[in-house]
């Protein structure tokens, strides 16, 4: 059973960078054909995929948050991390980690962290 963990702070100042972490157990970041990413859903919209990192350490970001959105990992912890860089209250969201497999299903998720832009 693979469980993920977000951790970070809940609360980031305007033009500040958001930084999350997402603590893997149960199976490895590295294992082939899984995608490790990170989805927001903001107050009143649906859900909205931030970008992933696979298992050779690849990245893909969303063309609407690509400028601003970095993703990186630590294997030897099996954490990766998401940076989100000039962040506005429009940023403000519920974030989860999450596992995309191969035919692009998330199959497991994390509980979630709510991130507030505010000073």
């Known amino acids: 059973q693979v469980q993920l963990q977000e951790s970070g702070p809940g609360l980031v100042k305007p033009s500040q960078t958001l930084s999350l972490t997402c603590t893997v157990s149960?199976?490895?970041?590295?294992?082939?054909?899984?995608?490790w990413s990170w989805i927001r859903q903001s107050p009143g919209k649906g859900l909205e995929w931030i970008g992933y990192i696979d298992a050779s350490g690849s990245t893909y970001y969303s063309p609407s948050l690509k400028s601003r959105t970095s993703i990186s990992r630590d294997t030897s912890k099996n954490q990766f991390t998401l940076q989100l860089s000039s962040v506005t209250p429009e940023d403000t969201a519920v974030y989860y980690c999450a596992r995309r497999t191969l035919a692009m299903v998330v199959d497991y998720w994390g509980q979630g962290t709510q991130v507030t832009v505010s000073s």
């Open positions: 149960g199976g490895s970041i590295t294992t082939n054909y899984y995608y």
